[in-house]
């Protein structure tokens, strides 16, 4: 195999979760902590968790004080904990595959562990993956810090071009090059041309389906 390791996103990536949890859960939010600011469009929201971040633009662009960041994420919690999101078409037998070729299978995301692994559950992989690094209020913790990848690698003894990132948005990119770890990008979860040029042009691979990564990672 070309890699030893995956270190995988979750949201957009893995599952389809943005326009069925996440987005309709920030819609909840603005509605009960800015009611009278316009939330963005669903394009939009997915270029703010791009860039500069969901926290930033939570506590930069709509002001979100500590109580208020708080409060969002009682409400986040409160959609994803009731609400599973489906996994892209053919993606888990591809992990599966990979996964019985020896492959060790990791997940670094902006999601909760408990629900990262409630999902795979759900979708009949409950052996999948190994190691799942999930939010962290410590920004040290989480990406685009390095720190998921780094104990990746040092947990399984590896170097970093035996492991290949996979996501779909710009923090991967930052913990990509601060670990030299190799980053492909995943095209299929949207289709929003200003995340789409910057991922091309920073990754080491563009992808545009589920199948492109089959053959980039097994044939």
């Not at 860039?51 to 959609?79: A, Q």
């Not at 999601?111 to 409630?118: A, K, N, P, V, Y």
Request: hydrophobic residues 35%; contains cysteine.
């Amino acid at each position: 195999m070309k890699f030893k390791c995956l270190i995988l996103d979750h949201d957009d990536t893995s599952v389809n979760s943005t326009p069925h949890i996440h987005y309709p859960a920030h819609l909840e939010v603005m509605r009960q902590l800015r009611p009278g600011v316009e939330p963005a469009g669903l394009d939009e929201w997915l270029l703010k968790n791009f860039s500069p971040g969901i926290m930033e633009y939570m506590t930069g662009e709509l002001g979100f004080s500590e109580e208020e960041v708080r409060k969002e994420y009682h409400i986040w919690r409160e959609f994803t904990s009731s609400r599973i999101p489906p996994f892209f078409p053919g993606y888990l037998e591809i992990l599966k595959e990979y996964k019985d070729l020896g492959g060790i299978i990791t997940v670094v995301s902006h999601s909760e562990e408990d629900l990262i692994r409630r999902d795979y559950r759900h979708a009949g992989a409950g052996e999948l993956p190994e190691l799942v690094f999930g939010w962290d209020f410590d920004p040290e913790k989480r990406k685009p810090n390095p720190y998921p990848v780094l104990e990746i690698l040092k947990h399984y003894s590896l170097k970093p071009e035996e492991a290949l990132i996979l996501d779909d948005l710009k923090p991967a990119v930052e913990m990509s090059r601060r670990s030299s770890v190799p980053i492909a990008a995943a095209g299929w979860g949207h289709s929003i041309p200003e995340i789409r040029e910057y991922m091309k042009a920073h990754c080491s691979c563009y992808l545009e389906s589920v199948e492109e990564f089959r053959k980039l990672l097994l044939s």
